[in-house]
């Protein structure tokens, strides 16, 4: 069982900061790439920055310059470093990774729970 856990999202005010992580665990064979989606309500969820297993980042247009996107391949982990944060931003986070598990031929998507961003004065 492959498992995505993410963690610290919350409540900032414009121009604030917050820092996602997300956590795989389980039966991993190998971890392709990784990345963070947000979908605001009435809206269709949208890629915010995704990451290769060698680095490689891309980002949406509307982020670019504001958020930054790490991983640690050691520990299964991505992050979403998240500045001068809008209001437009409000949405729930979910991180999403192409794994391989132990007992699987191929590798396929994997969702967190999400997290909910809420930028607010």
């Known amino acids: 069982q492959v498992q995505l856990v993410e963690s610290g999202g919350g409540l900032v ?3 604030g900061s ?5 956590a795989a665990s389980g039966a991993i064979f190998s ?3 990784m990345g963070w989606y ?6 269709q969820r949208e890629l915010v920055a995704g990451t290769t297993r060698l ?5 949406a247009d509307s982020v670019k310059g504001r958020f930054t996107i790490s991983r640690d391949n050691g520990q ?6 998240m ?14 990774a192409v794994i391989k598990a132990l007992n699987k031929v ?9 997290t909910q961003v809420t930028v607010s004065s």
């Open 55 to 59: 680095g490689i980042t891309n980002y």
């Open 31 to 33: 971890i392709n790439s």
């Open 83 to 96: 500045n001068s944060l809008k209001p437009e931003d409000t949405a729930v986070y979910y991180c999403n």
């Open 76 to 81: 299964n982990t991505v992050y979403l470093q």
């Open 106 to 114: 191929y590798a396929s998507p994997y969702w967190g729970q999400g």
């Open 18 to 22: 917050l820092r996602l992580s997300c």
């Open 13 to 15: 005010q414009p121009g």
């Open 38 to 43: 947000r979908q605001a309500p009435g809206k």
